[in-house]
């Protein structure tokens, strides 16, 4: 990869100066002024307390913050953190901070990381996302270790989540991902992991900087490309992921970044996906789930409302994407109102699954089919409130746990579609 | 001298006519010799015009099949129905939009060789027209092509429009998406009939008139008829959506 297009000349020289390093945690940041100084206090106590004899770097990635993300990282670097009693640093800890270009993109970000880690030959890299509220020094050991010491490749995070928390990735991503690529990873779309400079140099060096994958979904493509690449992965648990913003957040941009990119990585890896068998866990330290079941408040009438009305009106889109009979499911289903609606897993991986073989044969705009998916999610999620409202943290699991075998029975049904001329 | 000139022979002098009929004989002889003349001097080139257009045929035809092949290979009835033209086809009971320019190309190419052929038979006054006609065959080729990139726009930005509408809970998204499609559709006919230069003035001026009531009308609509509409929705939007937001306190990821 040419580093040179995308490293600044004053970065580049920062670089430098800085020499070889052995661990490089990448902290990409936009409008975090609230908790990057909290993120890089922990990831420094992390490296110097897990990791004192190990060269280390930490790269402030910004993507253009008006809030002084920057001089709050500056400011957190150079804080006196040798005062303090059970740390001890026996080398310089280097924390850089660059600008990218372009705004805040994901994919851009881990680019830079990636190019600053190959020209610091680091041999072990961690990203950490700077919106966590609760990020501890513990999380650096608990991704890096595994790399450091067992020659891992990818170490994604398991958290502990509320049990209506990430219902995208319960309920679509992980059981797809997992259906597909044939590896139980339950955080495919991971904000705080770490891998090896032998994975980030093959994942550098892949074909999808220019596309709009590699600007916004990144993260995932990362996971997916460690599995097709049979690289040596595992997963950790961290603790409990806080952000700043727990609302709602885009659900459409969201679902771009890890439903879109997944669909996407169905083409090029069709070879690996269409020819492996059942799927496999990885190796985990720690718990692999770990569900609350603290009330959150959720507006469950409104996603019923908004699935009923994307039914009705992308009807003609709809029918451009899915089986005439799903359709009609659907429509049967969305009129029977909001106390006996159910959109069973039977139904919504046939969805899924068509939407994927709608997205592979381009019946329209890819992303069209990606946002198009978004109201049909909010139906599903409304049934996945509806039936573990009162579930247990066990109840919740085996039912998630229903959907990823769903999903993997159903697999030749996407074979078939896939296959299928329209 | 005018009864000698129409005097009749007498019965029985038959061997003996009269100077009128001499003439009109002499005349009729002429004519008809100069009618076969003429016609065998047609006659090669009506031959010639036969051959150009049975060889237009063949070659017309030839070019049918391999744009079919070559819009079959390229998926071009999906990019038609993309572009929701593959609908209004249906709608008309019409074949595919592959079938349907294939067998288009092949009637243009065929005429063009007929009217070839035509000119040929040197007919004064036709000369023109048929050059007139292959002058207006780019222009009509391009205002096909403008039309059918406009159906496409406007079948991305209607579908674009409805369901950036649906996932921001706007209210009717078809009715955006359908207003999107029909200004942009009559936008590319307007675009479509300057090119081949058909009621210029009129078209602009129809679609001027059409797009600017159509705005007033949505202005008014919601500004003045759908008062109470257009204050909830701006609340919605700008005070209480945050609020409804941070009610919700699910993250999909």
């Known amino acids: 990869m040419p580093e040179g297009s995308i490293l600044s000349d004053d970065f580049l020289r920062e670089l430098i100066n800085v020499g070889e390093v052995d661990i490089l945690v990448g902290l990409p940041t936009y409008n975090d002024a609230k908790t990057v100084a909290q993120v890089v206090q922990a990831i420094r106590a992390g490296l110097l307390n897990y990791f004192p004899r190990q060269r280390a770097a930490i790269i402030n990635v910004d993507g253009g913050s008006r809030d002084a993300s920057q001089d709050l990282v500056r400011a957190a670097s150079i804080s006196d953190l040798q005062h303090l009693s059970n740390i001890h640093a026996l080398r310089t800890l280097h924390c850089i901070s660059t600008r990218y270009e372009g705004g805040p993109a994901s994919g851009t970000a881990l680019r830079t990381v990636l190019s600053a880690a190959e020209l610091l030959r680091a041999k072990v890299c961690a990203v950490f996302s700077a919106d966590s509220t609760n990020t501890e020094p513990e999380w650096i050991n608990r991704l890096l270790s595994p790399v450091v010491m067992d020659n891992y490749d990818l170490i994604t995070p398991t958290y502990r989540r509320n049990k209506f928390d990430g219902m995208l990735v319960q309920n679509l991503v992980y059981p797809m991902n997992r259906a597909v690529y044939s590896k139980r990873i339950r955080e495919p779309y991971p ?35 460690a599995i097709t690449g049979n690289f040596r992965l595992g997963q950790s648990f961290i603790g409990t992921k806080a952000r700043v913003d727990t609302g709602a957040a885009d659900l459409v941009r969201a679902m771009r970044q890890t439903v879109g990119v997944l669909f996407w990585s169905l083409d090029p890896n069709f070879a690996v996906w269409s020819s492996n068998g059942a799927s496999e866990s990885v190796p985990t330290f720690g718990a692999e789930s770990d569900l609350t079941l603290e009330p959150l408040r959720v507006n469950r009438k409104r996603l019923f409302q908004m699935f009923a009305l994307g039914v009705a009106e992308l009807e003609p889109v709809l029918k451009s994407i899915l089986e005439p009979s799903t359709v009609e499911e659907l429509q049967r289903a969305a009129a029977v109102g909001e106390e006996s609606f159910r959109y069973s897993d039977e139904l919504w991986v046939r969805t899924i699954y068509e939407f994927a073989a709608s997205y592979h044969k381009q019946v329209m705009n890819r992303d069209h089919i990606v946002q198009a998916l978004a109201p049909l999610y909010r139906g599903r999620a409304f049934t996945f409130l509806a039936e573990n409202r009162d579930a247990s943290a066990e109840e919740v699991e085996t039912k998630v746990e229903g959907l990823c075998r769903e999903f993997e029975n159903r697999k030749p049904y996407l074979l078939g579609m896939w296959n299928e001329r329209k | 001298m005018w009864l000698a000139i129409f005097e009749q022979p007498a019965a029985g002098d038959l061997g003996s006519p009269g100077p009128l009929r001499q003439m009109i004989v002499d005349e009729l002889t002429k004519t008809m010799h100069e ?27 030839l070019l049918k099949s391999i744009l079919r092949s070559l819009l079959r290979l390229a998926r071009f009835d999906r990019l038609a129905e993309n572009a929701g033209a593959a609908q209004v086809l249906k709608k008309l009971a019409l074949p595919s939009a592959t079938e349907l320019l294939s067998r288009f190309v092949f009637w243009i190419a065929w005429l063009g060789f007929i009217l070839v052929g035509v000119s040929v038979l040197e007919i004064v006054g036709l000369q023109e027209h048929i050059a007139g006609f292959f002058a207006f065959l780019p222009r009509i080729f391009a205002g096909m092509f403008l039309f059918f990139i406009g159906m496409l726009a406007a079948s991305f930005f209607s579908r674009a429009a409805l369901l950036a509408a649906v996932n921001a809970d706007l209210p009717s998204p078809r009715l955006i998406g ?31 008139i059409v797009f600017g009531s159509l705005m007033l009308g949505l202005a008014l609509a919601f500004g003045l008829g759908g008062r109470d ?19 919700d306190e699910l993250s999909p990821l």
């Open chain 1, 191 to 225: 904000t705080e992991f770490a891998f090896s400079g032998r994975l980030g140099s093959h994942f550098a060096a892949q074909d999808i900087w220019s596309q709009d994958v590699g600007k916004e979904g990144a993260g995932i493509y990362l996971t997916i490309a």
């Open chain 2, 35 to 61: 009618i076969l003349r003429s016609f065998a001097r047609f006659l090669p080139r009506v031959a010639v015009m036969l051959v150009i257009v049975l060889v237009g045929w063949l070659i017309a035809f």
């Open chain 2, 178 to 208: 359908s207003t999107i499609r029909t200004v942009i559709t009559i936008l590319a006919a307007c675009m479509a009939f300057e090119e081949l230069g058909l009621a210029e003035h009129t078209v602009l001026v129809a679609f001027a």
């Open chain 2, 229 to 247: 509409l257009a204050r909830r929705f701006l609340e919605r939007r700008f005070a209480h959506e945050r609020k409804e937001e941070r009610e």
